[in-house]
């Protein structure tokens, strides 16, 4: 059974008070708090076994490591991928996109090539794309959403050429919160012999996984918005892919052998894992990941449906009120205006009621400017959080039109 309570406690930072309040985290989408047993993982690393991994001989080498390898392992069952050799240990997803955007590059995308990214991306899923078409000079095409927030898939069929590499798509988007018909996307791409990288960065956290399933070619995210430590993320790609495509940087444990005459790569996933990687974090995402299947996906994903169906209701029926993203699919994430209020005035009215939520273009300025807007104050919301916390949102909300109005 999924107790709310049970999973609060498990996260210390939600008993600290701001400004003499209890905190109300409203602000998951920017990055996720910490449960005591990643922070204790860590604290294990570092006091019991810290030694760099794959190269030294020690007992305490040898302890790291498979606590690492045990990480891909676990994220390599949570995504249901096929071999741990495809799972990338990167910094976080726009590491993982930059990696993919080069690799990807070198090897697919030529003079005349297309490169195909959705209006509503995050800027990590535009711009290291825009880079490769102009290294390339290779075309980027985007592919539009409509005012709900709905990507128009049917204009696929036209967007799609014989010419076109790659589809970015994120799982869900991180102004509007709406939850991409991928299954939809990927057949049609499939179709056209065009691979598909899903940007997992908003869907991970939410959203069962299956790249198995669903047929992903390449999917990211980041391990920060996952409960784990920052400077994690992930880069899989499918294993007959990954294999054609060529290091990114070079260094230490990529290689197999360096000489003058010819240098050889090691071999997958360790060709895309040059210098001393962040191995501390990633044992903190493997035990982050543990949690969750501890908890349970389902539970967790049908507790959330329920705060996001009750948060959506509630702050849209605010007088004044408008929220961008009314897709009937949607993550725990509410953007949203109040008439005549300023997106910062809002936001640092709410900070100091307790209530932490982010405020402006949210490294999403198509999305923001197919509103006309300059900012938004986006709330969102996760597992530990509560429908009196979406309360007090709201309650604040109401000051704050009463302060400012
Ligand atoms: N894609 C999406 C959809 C995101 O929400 C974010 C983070 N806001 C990113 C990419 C970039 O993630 P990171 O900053 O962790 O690399």
């Not at 490169?115 to 390339?136: A, D, F, G, T, Y």
């Not at 969750?292 to 389902?298: Q, S, T, W």
Request: proline fraction near 3%; charged fraction near 25%; glycine fraction near 8%.
């Amino acid at each position: 059974m999924f107790d709310i309570e049970n999973v609060r406690a498990d996260f210390p930072i939600l008993d600290r008070e701001i400004y003499g309040r209890r905190l109300i985290y409203l602000d998951n989408a920017a990055t996720t708090q910490k449960p005591s047993r990643v922070i204790a993982k860590i604290e294990e690393v570092y006091k019991r076994y810290n030694s760099n991994i794959h190269r030294s001989v020690s007992k305490l080498a040898a302890v790291c490591t498979d606590e690492y390898e045990n990480a891909r392992k676990i994220v390599c069952g949570f995504i249901n991928a096929e071999n741990t050799c495809e799972i990338v240990f990167t910094s976080g997803t726009t590491a993982a996109i930059n990696l993919l955007a080069f690799a990807f590059g070198e090897k697919f995308v030529g003079e005349g090539d297309e490169i195909v990214v959705c209006e509503s991306e995050h800027h990590s899923n535009i711009v290291p794309w825009q880079l490769l078409c102009e290294r390339k000079n290779a075309v980027l095409k985007v592919l539009p959403f409509n005012d709900k927030g709905e990507l128009k898939t049917e204009l696929l069929d036209e967007i799609l050429t014989e010419r076109t590499r790659l589809l970015c798509v994120a799982q869900a988007t991180n102004v509007l919160g709406t939850v991409n018909p991928l299954d939809e996307i990927v057949r049609k791409a499939h179709a056209k012999g065009v691979y598909v990288l899903v940007d997992g960065a908003q869907g991970i956290q939410h959203l069962k996984t299956d790249v198995r399933a669903s047929d992903f070619d390449f999917y990211v995210f980041s391990g920060h918005k996952i409960y784990a430590p920052t400077g994690t993320g992930i880069l899989y790609g499918k294993e007959h892919l990954l294999e054609q495509l060529p290091p990114w940087q070079g260094g230490g444990d990529m290689v197999n052998r360096v000489s003058f005459a010819k240098t050889t790569y090691a071999d997958l996933p360790l060709k895309f894992e040059a210098g001393t990687s962040n191995y501390v974090g990633a044992i903190g995402l493997g035990e982050a990941l543990s949690y969750l299947i501890y908890k349970g996906m389902d539970e967790i994903c049908s507790y959330e449906k329920e705060l996001t169906d009750y948060a959506l209701e509630k702050i849209s029926s605010i007088p004044g009120i408008t929220i961008y993203g009314t897709s009937a699919n949607k993550v725990g994430i509410a953007s949203f205006l109040a008439e005549g209020i300023h997106h910062a005035d809002m936001g640092e009215i709410l900070d100091k009621t307790g209530v932490a939520v982010r405020t402006g273009r949210m490294c999403a300025d198509p999305t923001v400017q197919h509103f006309g807007l300059t900012g938004l104050v986006r709330a969102s919301w996760t597992f530990y959080n509560t429908k009196t916390e979406i309360d007090s949102l709201c309650e604040s909300i109401e000051k704050a039109k009463k302060i400012l109005g």
